[in-house]
């Protein structure tokens, strides 16, 4: 029975704590533009990759949001090349 709410809760409380990681990791870069950075595409990605480990380990509700915050925040912190 405690391994059923284990199931449960894990992918909540690590999907709460990488969204408060991501947030303060946005808020220490808040003067950037995210016109600069590649965060929209690292977005799509996550999302992509998400969705793709989260249907290998049979948890769709769980490894999309993962996916997406992690990419939006990596994408935020890489700059784009000045043409």
């Not at 704590?17 to 870069?29: E, R, T």
């Not at 533009?33 to 799509?44: N, S």
């Not at 249907?55 to 769709?60: A, T």
């Given at each position: 029975?405690?391994?059923?709410?284990?199931?449960?809760?894990?992918?909540?409380?690590?999907?709460?704590?990488?969204?408060?990681?991501?947030?303060?990791?946005?808020?220490?870069?808040a003067?950037?533009?995210?016109?600069?950075?590649?965060?929209?595409?690292?977005?799509?990605?996550?999302m992509?990759?998400?969705?793709?480990?989260?249907?290998?380990?049979?948890?769709?509700?769980?490894?999309?949001?993962?996916?997406?915050?992690?990419?939006?925040?990596?994408?935020?912190?890489?700059?784009?090349?000045?043409?």
């Open positions: 029975m405690a391994m059923d709410y284990f199931k449960v809760l894990l992918p909540i409380i690590i999907t709460a704590v990488l969204a408060v990681a991501a947030v303060f990791i946005v808020k220490k870069y003067d950037k533009d995210p016109e600069k950075t590649y965060m929209i595409e690292g977005l799509i990605l996550g992509m990759f998400g969705a793709g480990i989260a249907v290998s380990f049979e948890h769709l509700s769980f490894g999309t949001p993962v996916g997406v915050v992690l990419g939006m925040t990596i994408g935020f912190l890489i700059d784009k090349k000045k043409k």
